[in-house]
């Protein structure tokens, strides 16, 4: 998910694993039931008949995404390090 945002992609996505991290429903990401072909084909559905929606959840993944680069995620790695 988050590849995908980092490349200003609409996101779908289900709500397994740690994705309730930083996925927020409706606002960086669609969430769709998990194994359910009917979920996903209405959220990518809504994503087609609203471009707005589609842009709208492209900008907010880049914003997530820009919380996850290699730059800011190595610095609080390399603080706990040096705290141990």
């Not at 590849?3 to 930083?22: C, F, Q």
């Not at 039931?33 to 589609?54: F, N």
């Amino acid at each position: 998910n988050i590849e995908a945002m980092a490349r200003g992609v609409p996101v779908i996505t289900t709500n397994l694993g740690g994705t309730s991290d930083y996925v927020r429903a409706g606002e960086n990401a669609l969430i769709c039931a998990p194994a359910s072909a009917e979920s996903l084909g209405q959220a990518i559905e809504r994503v087609l008949e609203d471009p707005d929606l589609g842009l709208r959840l492209a900008r907010a993944g880049l914003a997530t995404a820009s919380d996850f680069h290699p730059s800011k995620v190595g610095a609080k790695w390399l603080k706990v390090f040096a705290s141990i």
